[in-house]
């Protein structure tokens, strides 16, 4: 079942065209990526999604309703990490969650909302005291309590040690394994590889790629990397390359049998390929490529 639909969706900010007709939709239980560059209208549409700004053109629905005109009924069925978040400093970690907690219908005990978004340790901490990570684990823990169908989180790894990054990505997989739909933005790219299985990457409101995350990847090759061996001119490779800080580079459709075919032509005149590094196409490369170099 589709969980969010956008058909296309505009919204403006005062005079700007900040969201320009765009279309997505993410199935339920899935991990979706809304990604591009700053300023691209990733957060517009996070907002207009949650309710919290009425869609200009298009229509927007969030299990089956409009999360504007709907917002009291859809509030209780999801939950939302924002990049900036309203806490109360002189508040403790727990007394947070506490606070939150009296506003969520049929919470999540308080301990198992800390522990989900690892921060059992920093119950007594006062929010003050937290380092930025630590503040985007309490706003996840926050967004958890009522155990929403969707979860919206823009930038929830954001200043996160790569420890708690990693730690975050579990609890998000975890979430979605047990049917949580999740609409996340990100300009890390190996999050959204690693966790979204479809993305969208929107560029000045613009929607300029999308689809399956290993659909998408796949039909887009990948590449074979080495030291180019000392008095080899890339020329000679059985294969054009470019070279880049004394490394060839050699993409491919069949990054293994590129790999096959380098090695043969290096054996056969007694050459090593040092560093020798096969692999399949990333986002980033992705990104690379897409006109105007979209980041
Ligand atoms: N309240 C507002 N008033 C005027 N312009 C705004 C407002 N909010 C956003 N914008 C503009 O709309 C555009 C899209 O902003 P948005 O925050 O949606 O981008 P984003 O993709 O989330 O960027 P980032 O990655 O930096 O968070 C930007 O050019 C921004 O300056």
Same mark, same amino acid.
């Given at each position: @079942?589709?969980?969010?639909?956008?058909?296309? =969706?505009?919204?403006?900010?005062? #005079?700007?065209?900040?969201?320009?007709?765009?279309?997505?939709?993410?199935?339920?239980?899935?991990?979706?990526?809304?990604?591009?560059?700053?300023? #691209?209208?990733?957060?517009?549409?996070?907002?207009?999604?949650?309710?919290?700004?009425?869609?200009?053109? &298009?229509?927007?629905?969030? =299990?089956?309703?409009?999360?504007?005109?709907?917002?009291?009924?859809?509030?209780?069925?999801?939950?939302? @990490?924002?990049?900036?978040?309203?806490?109360?400093?002189?508040?403790?970690?727990?007394?947070?969650?506490?606070?939150?907690?009296?506003?969520?219908?049929?919470?999540?005990?308080?301990?198992? #909302?800390?522990?989900?978004?690892?921060?059992?340790?920093?119950?007594?901490?006062?929010?003050?005291?937290?380092? &930025?990570?630590?503040?985007?684990? $309490?706003?996840?823990?926050?967004?958890?309590?009522?155990?929403?169908?969707?979860?919206?989180? *823009?930038?929830?790894?954001?200043?996160?040690?790569?420890?708690?990054?990693?730690?975050?990505?579990?609890?998000?997989?975890?979430?979605?394994?047990? +049917?949580?739909?999740? $609409? =996340?933005?990100?300009?890390?790219?190996?999050?959204?590889?690693? $966790?979204?299985?479809?993305?969208?990457? @929107?560029?000045?409101?613009?929607?300029?790629?999308?689809?399956? @995350?290993?659909?998408?990847?796949?039909?887009?090759? +990948?590449?074979?990397?080495?030291?180019?061996?000392? +008095?080899?001119?890339?020329? *000679?490779?059985?294969?054009?390359?470019?070279?880049?800080?004394?490394? #060839?580079?050699?993409?491919?459709?069949?990054?293994? $049998?590129?790999?096959?075919?380098?090695?043969?032509?290096?054996?056969?005149? +007694?050459?090593?390929?040092?560093?020798?590094?096969?692999?399949?196409?990333?986002?980033?490369?992705?990104? =690379?490529?897409?006109? &105007?170099?979209?980041?």
């Amino acid at each position: @079942m589709t969980a969010i639909q956008v058909t296309g =969706l505009s919204k403006s900010h005062q #005079a700007f065209e900040a969201v320009k007709g765009i279309s997505f939709e993410v199935a339920e239980g899935e991990i979706f990526a809304l990604l591009g560059r700053n300023g #691209a209208g990733k957060t517009t549409t996070v907002e207009v999604l949650a309710g919290f700004q009425r869609a200009g053109g &298009g229509t927007v629905r969030v =299990l089956g309703l409009d999360p504007y005109a709907d917002r009291a009924a859809l509030r209780r069925r999801t939950g939302i @990490m924002l990049q900036e978040a309203g806490f109360f400093p002189d508040l403790t970690v727990a007394q947070t969650v506490d606070t939150w907690r009296d506003f969520t219908a049929a919470p999540r005990p308080r301990d198992e #909302a800390l522990d989900l978004a690892g921060l059992t340790g920093r119950a007594g901490t006062q929010v003050r005291q937290l380092s &930025g990570g630590e503040k985007r684990r $309490l706003d996840l823990a926050l967004a958890l309590l009522g155990r929403p169908e969707v979860l919206f989180l *823009d930038e929830p790894t954001a200043g996160m040690d790569p420890e708690a990054r990693r730690a975050t990505w579990d609890v998000v997989r975890d979430l979605a394994g047990q +049917g949580t739909t999740i $609409l =996340l933005t990100t300009h890390y790219l190996e999050e959204a590889q690693r $966790l979204a299985s479809a993305m969208a990457i @929107m560029d000045e409101g613009v929607i300029v790629a999308s689809g399956g @995350m290993a659909e998408t990847l796949a039909t887009r090759g +990948g590449r074979v990397a080495f030291v180019l061996p000392a +008095g080899v001119d890339p020329g *000679d490779l059985p294969m054009p390359a470019t070279v880049e800080g004394g490394h #060839a580079v050699c993409h491919a459709e069949d990054p293994d $049998l590129a790999a096959q075919t380098l090695l043969t032509w290096a054996a056969e005149r +007694g050459l090593r390929l040092a560093g020798l590094e096969v692999r399949a196409a990333t986002l980033e490369d992705l990104f =690379l490529d897409l006109p &105007g170099r979209v980041r």
